[in-house]
T-cell receptor, first 105, second 114 residues
Framework: DAKTTQPNSMESNEEEPVHLPCNHSTISGTDYIHWYRQLPSQGPEYVIHGLTSNVNNRMASLAIAEDRKSSTLILHRATLRDAAVYYCTLWDMRFGAGTRLTVKP | DTEVTQTPKHLVMGMTNKKSLKCEQHMGHRAMYWYKQKAKKPPELMFVYSYEKLSINESVPSRFSPECPNSSLLNLHLHALQPEDSALYLC?????????????FGNGTRLTVT
């Protein structure tokens, strides 16, 4: 099974950038990298996904290492509403423990 | 609001009851998923349907019985559950089962087994 590892928790100050790392050393050549986040009392929400190149959308950016064994989700200016658990997954859609992001005002 | 609708939002059932959870999407997605999530834990994959056929069963006990009557609907039939089955049950869908298809989640059914 594909497997990802992330730090348990991270903190950020409001309006500062946040870099959330994910290791996926067993990734295969065709595995897409997906990121989701889960706010309290809600289902997970899709954030971004990519294969090899860096990706940007209105929510975040995804930076993928050249060897694809790791990736980083970048929130350019954290807001209090970005406080959530962030999960990175590979093609099999099995979730690891995720990173709990706390945003301080 | 999400594009994946789950009903009911909350369910309390006894260990001898039979109940069903329902999930509906109208995005034309052909893959649908059930996840179980305990408090402060990540979602745990239970079942995957692809084109209305069961493609993954993560060794889930038979007291959980999934059903996909058509491409828009996914049910989870529950029978003789245990208190440890109390959890948030999440449904998700994706365009198909290829890696380029993100998951769309509902907000879940919070199940309590008494």
């Amino acid at each position: 099974d594909a497997k990802t590892t992330q730090p348990n928790s991270m903190e950020s100050n409001e309006e500062e950038p946040v870099h959330l790392p994910c290791n996926h050393s067993t990734i295969s050549g065709t595995d897409y990298i997906h990121w989701y986040r889960q706010l309290p009392s809600q289902g997970p929400e899709y954030v971004i996904h990519g294969l090899t190149s860096n990706v940007n959308n209105r929510m975040a950016s995804l930076a993928i290492a050249e060897d694809r064994k790791s990736s980083t989700l970048i929130l350019h200016r954290a807001t209090l509403r970005d406080a959530a658990v962030y999960y990175c997954t590979l093609w099999d859609m099995r979730f690891g423990a995720g990173t709990r992001l706390t945003v301080k005002p | 609001d999400t594009e994946v609708t789950q009903t009911p939002k909350h369910l309390v059932m006894g260990m001898t009851n039979k109940k069903s959870l329902k999930c509906e999407q109208h995005m034309g997605h052909r893959a649908m998923y059930w996840y179980k999530q305990k408090a402060k834990k990540p979602p745990e994959l239970m079942f995957v349907y692809s084109y209305e056929k069961l493609s993954i069963n993560e060794s889930v006990p038979s007291r959980f019985s999934p059903e996909c009557p058509n491409s828009s609907l996914l049910n989870l039939h529950l029978h003789a559950l245990q208190p440890e089955d109390s959890a948030l049950y999440l449904c998700a869908s994706s365009q198909d089962r290829v890696g380029n298809s993100p998951l769309h989640f509902g907000n879940g059914t919070r199940l309590t087994v008494t």
